[in-house]
Structure formats: structure tokens, C-alpha cells
């Protein structure tokens, strides 16, 4: 996407070690962002979402964290399990266009 | 999360041929849906931006005759690949979203091969 990029292409993780992914964004008027996972052959899935007046949001084993000063936002998952061996995407969910960053693949080694 | 079906999701077609697929969000009314496509290792490329009732806007360098995009009604939007050539095998996907700034929910994808 034309805002949005990531860090690191790849990230090989140990099983049951915590996870974390980085993205970086442009512009500092985006105020809306969604962590998507995808898995080979299907469309991606919803993970988490955090909006601007935020600067951490928790969920099930994941958390998000926005830092606007830096334009970054990083996405971790804790006691990584094989399951969560997927293709990690930020977005950036303006009000006009959903803009994806490069993706993360995330290995989980047993 | 609401949902969102793609159909097909696998279709094979003839070079020169067209291809239709369908988008449908099945619990909500999707007033506004995206089109991607994605090549292998590769992000989602962002295609074309449709609203319910008005023509979709296109991003730079996409081929709006060669990609028909129709958003008829609140819950389904379809794309259709014309006269299709080997390049446009992909994996196509589709997402929808209520209103802007809200969550936005993607089908299951097609991957489109022209033979």
C-alpha cells in the first residue's frame, strides 16, 4: 500500500515464544488500522483493529500498539502456536481505501 | 465478524474469454467494496474502490474496461475480467465494508487461471 509498509519480510518464531510484528505508515493523518492474517489460499482475516485516540488495544493473545509520534504500529502475539504460521498484513482503513503494507510471513518453529 | 462470500473460488478460463465474479456480503449491507488482486508472495493490490449505486473508482494503472466492476446493490458487487490473457491469472479478493472507517471483511478469494 502507498502508506503502509513493514519492517521485516519474514520472522521465524519458536513455539510458544511471544511474537512481533512492526509497520510503519506515512501519513499522519491516518487514524484507523487493522492487523489481517492470511493463510496460503484464503482471503485475510480480521485479527485486531486500533484507532488513533488509542495507544494499545488487547485482545486474545494479541495486542496492538500504536505509536504516532513515529508513525509505527506493531502487532504481538503471545505463547506463538503453529496455528498462527500465516502472512501478517497492517492496513491502513481510511475513510476512501482499505491500503495494505508488504506482509510479514511468520514461520513457527515446533 | 460478519461475512463475506466470494464465488467462485477457483475458475479456469480460456484465453479471450470472460469471467464474473461474485461478491456478496451475507449479513450486512456493504455500501462500499474493494476488488484486489494478489500475486504469489506478494501484498493485496488495492484494484478499484465501488460504493452501492455509483461507478467504481480505479486505481492508477488499472484497466476499468478490462475489469468491470458493478456494486448494484448493498450486498453485492461483482467483477468482471474481459477478454482474459494468461497475466490476468491471480488470486482475485474482495472486501466489503459498511461505511468508510468502519471494520471491512474479506471473502474467501478466487484464483483465476487463463489457460
Known amino acids: 500500500g502507498e502508506n503502509v509498509g513493514l519492517h521485516l519480510p519474514t520472522l521465524s518464531v519458536q513455539e510458544g515464544d511471544n511474537s512481533i510484528i512492526n509497520c510503519a505508515y506515512s501519513?499522519?493523518?491516518?487514524?484507523?488500522f487493522i492487523w489481517y492474517k492470511q493463510e496460503s489460499g484464503k482471503g485475510p482475516q480480521f485479527i485486531i483493529d486500533?484507532?488513533?485516540?488509542?495507544d494499545k488495544r488487547q485482545g486474545q493473545r494479541v495486542t496492538v500498539l500504536l505509536n504516532k509520534t513515529v508513525k509505527h504500529l506493531s502487532l504481538q502475539i503471545a505463547a506463538t502456536q503453529p496455528g498462527d504460521s500465516a502472512v501478517y498484513f497492517c492496513?491502513?482503513?481510511?475513510?476512501?481505501?482499505?491500503?495494505f503494507g508488504a506482509g510479514t510471513t511468520v514461520t513457527v518453529r515446533a | 465478524g460478519a461475512v463475506v462470500s466470494q464465488h467462485p473460488s477457483r475458475v479456469i478460463c480460456k484465453s479471450g474469454t470472460s469471467v464474473k465474479i461474485e461478491c456478496r456480503s451475507l449479513?450486512?449491507?456493504?455500501?462500499?467494496m474493494f476488488w484486489y488482486r494478489q500475486f504469489p508472495k506478494q501484498s493485496l493490490m488495492l484494484m478499484a474502490t465501488?460504493?452501492?449505486?455509483?461507478?467504481?473508482?480505479?486505481e492508477q494503472g488499472v484497466e476499468k474496461d478490462k475489469f468491470l466492476i458493478n456494486h448494484a446493490s448493498l450486498t453485492l458487487s461483482t467483477l468482471t475480467v474481459t477478454s482474459a490473457h494468461p497475466e490476468d491469472s491471480s488470486f482475485y479478493i474482495c472486501?466489503?465494508?459498511?461505511?468508510?472507517?468502519?471494520?471491512?471483511?474479506f471473502g474467501q478469494g478466487t484464483r483465476l487461471t487463463v489457460v
Open positions: 472486501s466489503a465494508r459498511n461505511r468508510g472507517n468502519t471494520e471491512a471483511f
Open positions: 501519513n499522519s493523518a491516518s487514524d484507523y
Open positions: 486500533i484507532r488513533s485516540n488509542m
Open positions: 492496513a491502513e482503513n481510511g475513510y476512501y481505501k482499505l491500503s
Open positions: 449479513d450486512f449491507q456493504a455500501t462500499t
Open positions: 465501488s460504493n452501492e449505486g455509483s461507478k467504481a473508482t480505479y
